[in-house]
C-alpha cells in the first residue's frame, strides 16, 4: 500500500531537529534561472513552515566564501553554506566528485556544533548522496524527493541522455533511504515502474503554494503596471526555458492561434545565461510568423508574479515532464485558469473545467483549443475567480508542511521504537553499482 493519507500526528511531540539537504540549489537562489526552479521553492517554504511551527532546521548548501558559515532565513531556519574552498558555484553537472568534500564540511559543521538531528530530508538525486552518507553514520531516518528521475527524463528523451551515474545513484537511493516523498501519483508510478521501488516506501503529499503571496490582483491595475492594454488576451508561461518546460511547444501553439485577435504570449524566466535558449525561440516564432506577439518578459521576482498571473487570461503549462508543476497553483491561488499537458500533479490541481483543463492526447491543436476557450471567455464571472482560488486552498504551505512532518515523525518513530533502519543498509547491490569516483567507498 502507498502513503497517500496524512499519518497520524502522535509519534513525536517536541520540536524536531531536521538536515535538509540543497546542495545544488539554494532556497534562495535566483527563481527562473537556469538551476533554481521549483526545488528552491520547495525547500524554502517547507523549511519556513515547519520553523514557524517550532522545529529547528538547517538547510545545507554549497558555499563560495572559504569558510563554512551560516545565515539565519527565517524563524528557527538557518541556511548553512557548506564551503570546500571553491570560489565560484558548482554547477550541478559537476558536482558530484566533490560530494565526499562536502560531506567532511558537513560532518565537521555538525560536530563544532553539537548538533544531533532527528531527520535527514535530501533533495534532488546529489543531495541524497550526501544524505546516504550522513544516515550511516548518524543514524537517523532519511526522507528523500527526487525532484526530478533521470529515468524518467531519458525516457522523455528531449535532452541529452542523463548520466548513467545519476540513473544508478538514483535506484541505490531508492534501495536505501527510508522513504521517498512524491508531489503526485503519477511520480509515485514512476518509481515503482522504473525504480522498482516499494510502495510502502513512498509517500505522495502534493508541493504547497504560498497563499499569501499568490492571490487575485486587480486585473487592469495589474495590466497598466506591466504595460499590457485592457483589450489583449494574455497566455502566460512562467518557468525556466529549459527544453522539458515546452516554452517552443507554445510558440507553435501560438501557431494555431493566428485567427484569434489579440493574443500576445507573454514568457516569463530564463536569465542571462539562457540567451541562447531564448534567440532559438525567438527564430522559431519568427518562422512561424508570430513574433509580434511574443513579449519575453525575462526572470521575474516571485513577488511581482501575482501581477503576471492577474493580468494573464490563461496560464499554459506545456512541460513534457514536472514531477509537480508549481506554476498550476500558483495560477490558480490568483484566480486564473490553467490548460496543462498531462504531466505532474495536473489531474490532481485541475479538478473541473472551471480552473481549466488537461490535455491528455498530447496535441498542441487542441492545446491551441482549450486555450483559445479561456481567451474567448475570458476570465469570466468574478465568482469564477474565486472558486479556482478556493481550489487550492488544501495545497497551503501550512497544511503541506503539517504532512510532512507527519511523516517525519513517522519515520523518526519507526527509526527508534521500530527497526533501526540504517542499521540494516546493506552493501552496494553490485548490479546497482555506479561506476565512479566516491560511490565504492560511500556505504
Ligand atoms: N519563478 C520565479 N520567477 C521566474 C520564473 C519562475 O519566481 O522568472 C518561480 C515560480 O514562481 C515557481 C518556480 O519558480 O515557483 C518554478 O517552478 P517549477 O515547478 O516550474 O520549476 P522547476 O521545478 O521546473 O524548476
Same mark, same amino acid.
Given at each position: 500500500m502507498m502513503h497517500d493519507q496524512p499519518v497520524p500526528d502522535t509519534a513525536l511531540c517536541r520540536p524536531l531537529r531536521i538536515a535538509m539537504l540543497s546542495l545544488h540549489s539554494s532556497p534562495i537562489g535566483a527563481l527562473g534561472s537556469r538551476d533554481t526552479g521549483g526545488m528552491s521553492v520547495y525547500?524554502?517554504?517547507?523549511?519556513?513552515?515547519?520553523?514557524?511551527?517550532?522545529?529547528?532546521?538547517?538547510?545545507?548548501?554549497?558555499?563560495?566564501?572559504?569558510?563554512?558559515?551560516?545565515?539565519?532565513?527565517?524563524?528557527?531556519?538557518?541556511?548553512?553554506?557548506?564551503?570546500?574552498?571553491?570560489?565560484?558555484?558548482?554547477?550541478?553537472?559537476?558536482?558530484?566528485?566533490?560530494?565526499?568534500? %562536502?560531506?567532511?564540511?558537513?560532518? =565537521? %559543521?555538525?560536530?563544532?556544533?553539537?548538533?544531533?538531528?532527528?531527520?535527514?530530508?535530501?533533495?534532488? !538525486?546529489?543531495?541524497?548522496?550526501?544524505?546516504?552518507?550522513?544516515?550511516?553514520? !548518524?543514524?537517523?531516518?532519511?526522507?528523500?524527493? %527526487?525532484?526530478?528521475?533521470?529515468?524518467?527524463?531519458?525516457?522523455?528523451?528531449?535532452?541529452?541522455?542523463?548520466?548513467?551515474?545519476?540513473?544508478a545513484a538514483e535506484q541505490i537511493l531508492c534501495r536505501h533511504c527510508t522513504a521517498i516523498i512524491v508531489g503526485s501519483r503519477r511520480e509515485a508510478r514512476y518509481l515503482e515502474q522504473l525504480y522498482k521501488t516499494a510502495p510502502q516506501q513512498i509517500f505522495i503529499i502534493p508541493c504547497g503554494v504560498n497563499r499569501d503571496r499568490f492571490y487575485r490582483k486587480d486585473r487592469q491595475g495589474a495590466r497598466k503596471r506591466l504595460g499590457f492594454t485592457a483589450s489583449e488576451r494574455i497566455v502566460l508561461y512562467?518557468?525556466?526555458?529549459?527544453?522539458?518546460?515546452?516554452?517552443?511547444?507554445?510558440?507553435?501553439?501560438?501557431?494555431?492561434?493566428?485567427?484569434?485577435?489579440?493574443?500576445?504570449?507573454?514568457?516569463?524566466?530564463?536569465?542571462?545565461?539562457?540567451?541562447?535558449?531564448?534567440?532559438?525561440?525567438?527564430?522559431?516564432?519568427?518562422?512561424?510568423?508570430?513574433?509580434?506577439?511574443?513579449? %519575453? =518578459?525575462?526572470?521575474?521576482?516571485?513577488?511581482?508574479?501575482?501581477?503576471y498571473y492577474s493580468a494573464a487570461d490563461v496560464v499554459a503549462v506545456p512541460s513534457q515532464y514536472e514531477s509537480f508543476g508549481l506554476v498550476m497553483l500558483e495560477a490558480l491561488s490568483c484566480g486564473t485558469p490553467v490548460v496543462a499537458m498531462p504531466v505532474?500533479?495536473?489531474?490532481?490541481?485541475?479538478?473541473?473545467?472551471?480552473?481549466?483543463?488537461?490535455i491528455q492526447d498530447g496535441s498542441l491543436r487542441t492545446f491551441a483549443h482549450a486555450i483559445a476557450r479561456f481567451l474567448e471567455n475570458g476570465k469570466a464571472a468574478p465568482e469564477n475567480e474565486i472558486m479556482r482560488r478556493a481550489s487550492v486552498a488544501r495545497y497551503d504551505w501550512r497544511l503541506i508542511a503539517a504532512r510532512i512532518r507527519?511523516?517525519?515523525?513517522?519515520?523518526? =518513530?519507526?527509526?527508534?521504537?521500530?527497526?533501526?533502519?540504517?542499521?540494516?543498509?546493506?552493501?552496494?547491490?553490485?548490479?546497482?553499482?555506479?561506476?565512479?569516483?566516491?560511490?565504492?567507498?560511500?556505504?
Amino acid at each position: 500500500m502507498m502513503h497517500d493519507q496524512p499519518v497520524p500526528d502522535t509519534a513525536l511531540c517536541r520540536p524536531l531537529r531536521i538536515a535538509m539537504l540543497s546542495l545544488h540549489s539554494s532556497p534562495i537562489g535566483a527563481l527562473g534561472s537556469r538551476d533554481t526552479g521549483g526545488m528552491s521553492v520547495y525547500v524554502r517554504e517547507l523549511s519556513r513552515a515547519l520553523g514557524a511551527r517550532g522545529d529547528r532546521v538547517d538547510i545545507y548548501t554549497q558555499g563560495t566564501s572559504t569558510a563554512t558559515h551560516t545565515v539565519t532565513l527565517y524563524e528557527n531556519v538557518r541556511l548553512v553554506y557548506l564551503s570546500i574552498g571553491a570560489r565560484d558555484e558548482i554547477p550541478k553537472q559537476a558536482l558530484y566528485p566533490h560530494i565526499n568534500l %562536502f560531506y567532511e564540511q558537513l560532518e =565537521a %559543521f555538525r560536530r563544532s556544533e553539537r548538533l544531533r538531528y532527528d531527520l535527514i530530508h535530501s533533495h534532488y !538525486w546529489l543531495s541524497g548522496w550526501l544524505g546516504l552518507r550522513a544516515q550511516k553514520t !548518524w543514524h537517523v531516518p532519511h526522507a528523500m524527493t %527526487f525532484h526530478t528521475l533521470g529515468a524518467v527524463k531519458n525516457m522523455v528523451g528531449v535532452q541529452p541522455p542523463e548520466s548513467p551515474q545519476r540513473i544508478a545513484a538514483e535506484q541505490i537511493l531508492c534501495r536505501h533511504c527510508t522513504a521517498i516523498i512524491v508531489g503526485s501519483r503519477r511520480e509515485a508510478r514512476y518509481l515503482e515502474q522504473l525504480y522498482k521501488t516499494a510502495p510502502q516506501q513512498i509517500f505522495i503529499i502534493p508541493c504547497g503554494v504560498n497563499r499569501d503571496r499568490f492571490y487575485r490582483k486587480d486585473r487592469q491595475g495589474a495590466r497598466k503596471r506591466l504595460g499590457f492594454t485592457a483589450s489583449e488576451r494574455i497566455v502566460l508561461y512562467v518557468g525556466r526555458l529549459d527544453p522539458l518546460k515546452g516554452a517552443c511547444q507554445l510558440i507553435e501553439v501560438l501557431g494555431h492561434l493566428k485567427n484569434v485577435n489579440n493574443v500576445r504570449l507573454v514568457i516569463v524566466g530564463g536569465g542571462a545565461e539562457n540567451e541562447g535558449e531564448k534567440a532559438a525561440l525567438e527564430q522559431q516564432a519568427q518562422c512561424l510568423q508570430v513574433h509580434d506577439r511574443v513579449r %519575453f =518578459a525575462g526572470r521575474v521576482d516571485q513577488t511581482e508574479l501575482p501581477l503576471y498571473y492577474s493580468a494573464a487570461d490563461v496560464v499554459a503549462v506545456p512541460s513534457q515532464y514536472e514531477s509537480f508543476g508549481l506554476v498550476m497553483l500558483e495560477a490558480l491561488s490568483c484566480g486564473t485558469p490553467v490548460v496543462a499537458m498531462p504531466v505532474g500533479a495536473a489531474e490532481e490541481i485541475i479538478q473541473n473545467p472551471v480552473a481549466g483543463a488537461i490535455i491528455q492526447d498530447g496535441s498542441l491543436r487542441t492545446f491551441a483549443h482549450a486555450i483559445a476557450r479561456f481567451l474567448e471567455n475570458g476570465k469570466a464571472a468574478p465568482e469564477n475567480e474565486i472558486m479556482r482560488r478556493a481550489s487550492v486552498a488544501r495545497y497551503d504551505w501550512r497544511l503541506i508542511a503539517a504532512r510532512i512532518r507527519a511523516v517525519y515523525q513517522r519515520l523518526i =518513530a519507526l527509526g527508534r521504537y521500530g527497526w533501526m533502519i540504517s542499521d540494516q543498509l546493506p552493501a552496494y547491490p553490485v548490479a546497482c553499482e555506479p561506476p565512479a569516483l566516491v560511490c565504492d567507498r560511500l556505504l
